[in-house]
């Protein structure tokens, strides 16, 4: 069965990091771009972070040189970086594998920046 499970995630003061990791399972994970969304309290979906089959990775503008995106083929896992975090971050953040079979998504991930 196909599943993506999240974790990471919590209460961080800004200027913080957090990692937030993906684990695939019941996909050949190869084969499945990996990434994050966000989604803030009234606020429209956002795509965070894409990474293709190759490792080649894209941000969006508003985390560009504060959020990593990355995967370990061995592991079946993506994981997401995050530093330098702000108050405006704070959002649910759902993993996403896509790929031949479809799309699969995390459970999601709860991400507080707050002092």
């Known amino acids: 069965q196909e599943q993506l499970v999240e974790s990471g995630g919590g209460l961080v003061q800004p200027g913080g990091s957090q990692r937030l990791s993906c684990a695939a399972s019941g996909i050949i994970f190869s084969m499945y771009a990996m990434g994050w969304y966000r989604q803030a309290p009234g606020e429209q979906r956002e795509l965070v972070a894409v990474i293709t089959l190759g490792g080649r990775s894209t941000v969006a503008d508003s985390v560009q040189g504060r959020f990593t995106i990355s995967r370990d083929h061995a592991e079946s896992t993506a994981y997401l970086q995050m530093n330098n975090l702000k108050p405006e971050d704070t959002a649910v953040y759902y993993c996403?594998?896509?790929?031949?079979?479809?799309?699969?998504w995390g459970q999601g991930a709860q991400v507080t920046v707050s002092s």
């Open positions: 996403y594998a896509a790929g031949p079979s479809g799309t699969y």
